[in-house]
């Protein structure tokens, strides 16, 4: 297939809103970037026995609406063959499916993976990917990390405890994520509650996802407490490479406690706990820390909102 011919500024804008989104603007600018109208698009499409309406396109480009139905993502394959982009370029970009039903209204202040993450794109391909029960049938109560590192200044070992509450009946899982600077994916390993479906690896964006199965369905309303260890091998690791740890929220959160526990060949000078609205943005909220006698740092956040919260430190 011909691929169109872009000014090289189009195409630099096309790439750039390709990797980072949102779906309608990455719509609206590869048709622009085609030349095509809606019209010619459509007109192509139904050659190929595809047949949408210029409104729903229009609607898809707006952000009003976006294909969820098997037909619609069908489309949108096509489309992006006739728009000359590579495979799954606007398919990464959908995020999960839009929660329908009786529980919609009690998943309140869930924000989109946009809103925390510039590269949300790679996090949202792997969740659509993998099949993994939906991440957002139930809200978190309470979380809890407790974060140890070695004499080398390195990350070994994450316990985390969350209590979670259903939000529909039949709950059977959650899905959590990971974000590595470096090659450090860490190996997941059940405790209490759960034990390890889907993961899924992407290591040019560092995201590791695993999906964790409760012991029992959830009913609407019920609460588990999901227990997991996240451990790192010395293999996957450089020394003296870690300097932060951040919990990512998408929704609201009543109580989050993290625990940093250093060893005492390798104890930081400074450390500082922050808030920000998203990874990589400048906080919003930042106060200095203290290390105990016992080489033990810890920050409480009530009433978390969607957003970062974590703890920075410095070595010398």
């Given amino acids: 297939m011909t691929q169109p ?49 210029t409104s729903s396109l229009s609607n898809w480009q707006t952000g009003r609406s976006r294909p969820e139905r098997a037909e619609s993502v ?4 096509a489309m992006e063959q006739i728009l000359g982009l590579p495979r799954d370029a606007l398919i990464q970009l959908l995020g999960p499916r839009r929660p329908r039903g009786r529980w919609l209204d009690h998943a309140h202040g869930v924000v989109s993976y946009e809103a925390i993450f510039d ?40 316990e985390v405890r969350n209590l979670v509450s259903a939000l529909t009946d039949g709950v059977d899982g959650c899905v959590v994520y990971y974000r590595a600077d470096d090659d450090s994916h860490p190996d997941v390993r059940p405790v209490e509650g759960c034990r390890l479906g ?3 690896v992407d290591r040019e964006s560092g995201y590791m996802v695993a999906e964790l199965l409760f012991d029992r369905r959830l009913n609407r309303g019920d609460v588990h407490l999901v227990a997991f260890d996240q451990h790192f091998t ?15 929220f998408r929704s ?41 006698r016992n080489r033990v740092t810890h920050v409480h956040t009530p009433d978390v909102s969607p957003g970062v919260v974590g703890v920075r430190w410095e070595w010398s």
């Fill in 252 to 292: 609201p959160c009543r109580s989050y406690l993290l625990r940093v526990v250093f060893h005492p060949d390798a104890v930081p000078v400074r450390l500082r706990a922050f808030r920000a609205n998203r990874w990589g943005d400048e906080p919003t909220e930042e106060q200095a820390l203290p290390c105990y």
């Fill in 74 to 77: 069908h489309a949108l394959r």
């Fill in 119 to 158: 590269d949300h794109a790679r996090l949202t391909r792997i969740m659509t990917s993998g099949d993994f029960v939906h991440p957002d049938r139930c809200t978190y109560q309470t979380v809890e990390d407790r974060m140890t590192l070695d004499s080398d200044g390195v990350v070994r070992r994450i």
């Fill in 234 to 248: 010395a293999a996957r690791v450089r020394p003296g490479t870690s300097d932060h740890y951040y919990k990512a």
């Fill in 5 to 53: 011919n872009h000014p090289a500024s189009a195409d630099r804008e096309l790439a750039r809103v390709l990797r980072s989104g949102p779906f309608d603007l990455a719509v609206k600018t590869a048709v622009r970037a085609s030349g095509l109208s809606l019209e010619r698009l459509v007109h192509r499409l139904a050659t190929r026995g595809i047949h949408v309406s």
């Fill in 198 to 200: 889907r993961t899924r």
